[in-house]
């Protein structure tokens, strides 16, 4: 499967995102799809995840009740809706499809697409 995440931009604090995941091949609807940012300088980290149904959703404690992830499998697309958007919140964002192993990690993921930009100003 091949993945493009798209939707970043340019958000003063407290604003919202929606960031879509477009997925191309035959087997996006078997995979769990999850979300990871990269801030410079730090380590890639879990933002959210969306089971295979699309009824199993996951969260990071910081994003938990601001962010919202979803997906539709006959569009083949998964969705991230941020709000109440934070400074700290700017990264680099990613969308990757599970293979094995913990969502929360990013070595339980196979695919990814390239990352789009989110910028917070304050």
């Known amino acids: 499967v091949q993945l493009q995440a798209s939707g970043g931009g340019l958000v003063q604090a407290g604003g919202s995102l929606r960031l879509s995941c477009a997925a191309s091949g035959h087997s996006f609807r078997s995979y769990t ?3 990871f940012r990269q801030a410079p300088g730090k380590e890639r980290e879990f933002v959210a995840a969306v089971g295979w149904a699309g009824g199993n959703t996951y969260y ?22 941020m709000n109440s958007l934070e400074p ?10 599970q293979v094995v192993g913990d969502y929360r990690f990013p070595t339980a993921y196979g695919y990814w ?7 917070v100003s304050s």
């Open 33 to 35: 799809v999850g979300w």
């Open 60 to 81: 990071s404690d910081s994003v938990k009740g601001r962010f919202t992830v979803s997906r539709d499998n006959a569009k083949k697309k998964a969705n991230l809706q």
């Open 88 to 97: 700290e919140n700017t990264a680099v964002y990613y969308c990757a499809a």
């Open 113 to 119: 697409g390239q990352g789009t930009q989110v910028t």
